[in-house]
């Protein structure tokens, strides 16, 4: 029914990550087609850019945040530990009758949050359900490691799903999967039940995000391709049914690789890696709505998002417009 996102104002380029660690603008851009994230300046929390990104999708929606049952936030940089970031969305906006709840499943939160809000709607629980992937990952990137802290941006986006009684609109299909034996790629050691805070632990840098770039990347390519290969085809539906493929925004050649996959030419593969880096949850649904501001996802036309993310978790969602 609408879309909405909401990033920092402050700027990092490739040009300012030069400075701080040893690297280049040539490398981040070929490597990866990164020139600029959004950061947040001290202060600003995720709830601060989820709420904005919720009022904004509402507002597309023409409606009211008391018009919501349920507020379901996609992060793994949530405000706090608990309470959950989508209760200080529900206070933010006031939305009265609305249940709330996070969600972690890292970069595929947000097609993980669309199936909940999917299935929340047709088993009657819920007519009207938002949807929002948001981050902070600034807060979790050790900027003394170049091989992660040119990749990761803040943000987020946040999508308004309503019932609809239309056989010809809404979500079509989800597909979820996870692989918990690989976690050891990609994750953040410190802060749970595990490895609690200790000077120890904060001493050993246990609260910044850990990723094996190279092996991930292998992972991600096959992941995203078959869960893109998979949900066209269970759907009866090839590449050339897509009007807009919105890929998790983690690396260009990821985004290529998967495309190729399902047959789906550039023209109709939405891209804004360069402008925010990885945003994790928050990608898909702000590119879903620059793509929807920009006129390149009209109603009527079916999308294709696809992401992969630690844990490791990948899915795919099909929805028409
Ligand atoms: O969002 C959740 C999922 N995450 C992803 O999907 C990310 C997946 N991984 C990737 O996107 C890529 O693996 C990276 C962008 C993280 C890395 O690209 P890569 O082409 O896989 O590079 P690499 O890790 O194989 O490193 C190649 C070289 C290494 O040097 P040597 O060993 O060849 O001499 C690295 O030390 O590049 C070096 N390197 C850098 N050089 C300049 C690593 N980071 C940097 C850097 N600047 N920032």
């Known amino acids: 029914m609408g879309t909405g996102h909401a990033v920092p104002e402050k700027l990092l380029t490739n040009a300012d990550l030069e400075k701080i660690v040893d690297t280049s603008d040539e490398w981040i851009k070929t490597r990866t087609g990164m020139e600029v994230r959004h950061i947040a300046e001290e202060g600003e929390k995720t709830s601060d850019f989820a709420a904005e990104a919720t009022r904004r999708a509402l507002e597309d929606a023409g409606l009211d945040a008391k018009d919501l049952d349920v507020i379901i936030v996609a992060s793994v940089t949530g405000d706090m530990q608990f309470p959950s970031t989508a209760c200080f969305v529900q206070d933010k906006l006031g939305a009265k009758q609305a249940a709330a709840f996070d969600i972690a499943a890292a970069c595929s939160g947000f097609i993980y949050g669309l199936s909940l809000a999917n299935g929340m709607i047709a088993t009657g629980q819920a007519e009207t359900v938002a949807v929002v992937g948001a981050e902070l990952l600034s807060r979790i990137t050790d900027y003394t490691d170049r091989s992660t802290c040119v990749l990761f941006g803040d943000g987020a986006g946040a999508v308004i799903v309503r019932k609809t009684d239309d056989p010809e609109r809404g979500i079509i299909d989800t597909y979820l999967r996870s692989d918990g034996s690989l976690y050891e790629l990609l994750y953040m ?133």
């Open 189 to 321: 050691p410190g802060g749970g039940t595990n490895v609690p805070f200790s000077h120890e632990s904060v001493d050993k840098k246990l609260f910044y995000l850990r990723m094996e770039g190279r092996e991930v990347f292998k992972y991600a390519v096959t992941a995203m391709g078959e869960a893109a290969e998979l949900i066209l085809k269970r759907n009866d539906l090839t590449g050339d049914d897509v009007d807009l493929l919105l890929p998790h925004q983690a690396n260009l050649r990821i985004i290529d690789a998967t495309a190729r996959r399902v047959k789906i030419p550039p023209e109709r593969v939405y891209v804004n890696i360069q402008k925010y880096g990885n945003t994790s949850a928050a990608s898909i649904p702000i590119a879903l709505d620059e793509a929807r501001k920009e006129g390149r996802l009209q109603d009527g036309q079916l999308a294709l998002m696809v992401a992969f993310g630690a844990g490791f978790t990948w899915g795919s969602a099909l929805v028409r417009f």
